[in-house]
């Protein structure tokens, strides 16, 4: 079975930044592709960035290219996500999850999931 467990998240100003960590346990060399998603209140989950582990990819929603990145430590079984120059529209439950095969932004193409670390963006 595949754990993954989510921290980071905080309340923070407008224009701050945020470091998030997914970190997974169990049969982790068969998920080697990490996605982040994020729910905000009263709208459904999207995807917000993906990482595949043993090729380096990564993919990003638009809404955050060029504020978030993506990185791994494998060694420890961890992926981060820096999340810089953050709006009040980037407030959500942040979700990291484990998927097999190819870096996705898609909610249904994930089998395992965290329990989500709340980032809240407000003055």
């Known amino acids: 079975q595949l754990r993954l467990v989510e921290s980071g998240g905080n309340l923070v100003q407008p224009g701050g930044s945020l470091r998030l960590s997914c970190a997974a346990s169990g049969f982790t060399s068969d998920y080697y592709n990490i996605g982040w998603f994020r729910q905000a209140p009263g709208k459904e989950r999207e995807g917000v960035s993906c990482?595949?582990?043993?090729?380096?990819?990564?993919n990003y929603a638009d809404s955050v290219k060029g504020r978030f990145t993506v990185s791994k430590d494998n060694a420890n079984n961890t992926v981060y996500l820096q999340m810089n120059s953050l709006k009040p529209e980037d407030t959500a439950v942040y979700y990291c999850?484990?998927?097999?095969?190819?870096?996705?932004?898609?909610?249904?193409?994930?089998?395992?999931w965290g329990q989500g670390t709340q980032v809240t963006v407000s003055s």
């Open positions: 999850a484990a998927r097999r095969y190819y870096c996705s932004l898609k909610v249904p193409d994930y089998p395992f």
């Open positions: 990482i595949n582990k043993r090729f380096d990819i990564t």
